[in-house]
């Protein structure tokens, strides 16, 4: 039998495509083994949001370059946006395909077969979005169900819609059928997956905007939780909160990348939105009847931000005192609008700002973090971490709480485990990025 290895680099988005290209790939014939010194096919599913990850694929590539026994593939954003310049620099690779032609996956394995060892799929010429009858899942109780694909905004600094293609939403008929399924299949928590998922747009005759959607989905038999990721502000719209308002099984978090704090940079990132505008949405989520938590990105560095625009981001923490963050800095990506500006910012800035930025938010998380010591919190337990000997778990509000069980300290000998579980625990300690507790037995 063909054995196949396949690594992954980047979003949830990449992680779930991989699921999908796995169940492909087995349905052709083909077996995954755990290393890629088994394997006749390896493949690289990558990011290319940052250079850092697209580097790191390169030197996985190096690995290869005298193994004629084995095909190479390279999948996702660096290969739809490097193209088959990937074949000029990594001559060994024999498969380069872009996220947009993963339905011609199995013709492209026909090519390989054959002996064609350069094969591509690059076209972003497509309406499809990548569906499987079946998609093997990393996680038994946690899914991603994928309801929008590609990139319609223009941002200056992302290579997104040049790697993703337009944006392209599933029939809600279909993304409804699916739910249902992982639900009988036994998982209880679903996470909608788009790159920017509260664009999605019904293409059927029902027409559901993403509110809706959320709403009908809240609503399905045995589903304990559904959250979303990422939302983009131009998309987002008072419905979404309201929906969160109106039933617990929609989980209280709302991932809102903001990228910036000062209008005058947003308008250069063309983000489409302003401070205000961002702050509007932000007070919505202040206002809802059920706690929610806020987590964001920041990119800092981007050309032409002056100091007064980097203080305008540090006040836009304090304003709205995020859970947590993710900040970058500003990171050239090719064919993209930033490239032609001027006053792009030394490594040495950026690394600084970067550091200013994290540490803000640090001392934000402690007293917000510090507000759940007494509290009890409902969590879908994910795991065991045997240095700490502490079992782990997330609360509705995507918050990692570590805690001790009297009745079952740790997994035991006979499989018997607490992942997937429910369970109560009081918070008793936390950090600037951690919760721990005891659970309520």
């Known amino acids: 039998m063909k054995k196949f290895y396949i690594e992954t680099f980047g979003c949830q988005m990449n992680a779930h495509d991989s699921e999908k290209v796995i169940v492909t790939l087995t349905g052709e014939g083909y077996s995954q083994v755990a290393t890629p010194d088994e394997a006749d096919l390896v493949l690289y599913n990558t990011c290319s949001i940052r250079d850092k990850a697209e580097q790191k694929v390169y030197a996985r590539l190096q690995d290869f370059k005298k193994r004629k026994d084995k095909i190479v593939g390279v999948l996702g954003c660096v290969a739809q946006q490097e193209g088959e310049k990937i074949f000029e620099r990594a001559p060994h690779v024999g498969l380069v395909a872009g996220s947009a032609s993963y339905n011609l996956l199995p013709q492209m394995l026909v090519q390989i077969e054959a002996g064609n060892r350069r094969v591509t799929g690059l076209s ?42 337009p944006e392209r939403s599933r029939t809600s008929a279909s993304v409804f059928e699916e739910a249902r399924n992982l639900v009988a299949d036994g998982y209880s928590e679903i996470t909608l997956l788009g790159q920017n998922v509260n664009s999605y747009r019904d293409p059927s005759e029902a027409g559901l905007d993403f509110a809706t959607l959320l709403r009908e989905i ?54 489409l939105y302003t401070r205000d505008e961002y702050l509007r949405q932000i007070e919505w989520m202040k206002n809802a009847k059920r706690e929610i938590t806020i987590t964001s990105d920041i990119i800092v560095g981007f050309p032409g931000e002056t100091e007064a625009d980097f203080e305008s981001t540090l006040r836009l923490l304090d304003e709205v005192e995020y859970d ?89 000998d006979d499989g018997t485990t607490l992942e997937g579980s429910y369970l109560n625990v009081r918070v008793t300690r936390s950090g600037p990025n951690s919760l721990s507790g005891e659970a309520v037995v």
């Open 124 to 165: 972003l010429d497509t309406d499809d979005t990548f569906e499987v009858p079946y998609t093997k899942r990393d996680n038994p109780h946690k899914a991603f169900l994928t309801i929008i694909e590609g990139c319609s905004k223009s941002c200056a600094y992302c290579v997104v819609p040049m790697t993703r293609g």
């Open 218 to 271: 809240g609503e399905i038999d045995g589903l304990k939780r559904v959250r979303f990721t990422t939302s983009h502000p131009r998309d987002f719209v008072k419905e979404i909160v309201d929906a969160i308002d109106s039933n617990p099984v929609l989980c209280n978090h709302i991932h809102l990348p903001v990228q910036s704090g000062s209008t005058a940079v947003l308008d250069r990132m063309q983000r």
């Open 324 to 412: 947590a963050i993710f900040s970058f800095k500003y990171s050239q990506r090719p064919n993209t609008p930033a490239l032609q500006y001027a006053d792009h910012m030394t490594e040495e800035e950026k690394s600084r700002r970067l550091t200013i930025v994290q540490e803000h938010q640090r001392q934000i998380q402690i007293p917000r973090n510090a507000a759940y010591i007494g509290r009890v919190e409902e969590v879908l337990v994910d795991g065991y971490n045997k240095a700490t000997q502490q079992w782990l778990g997330k609360n509705t509000q995507h918050k990692t709480i570590a805690f001790g069980h009297a009745v079952m300290p740790a997994p035991k």
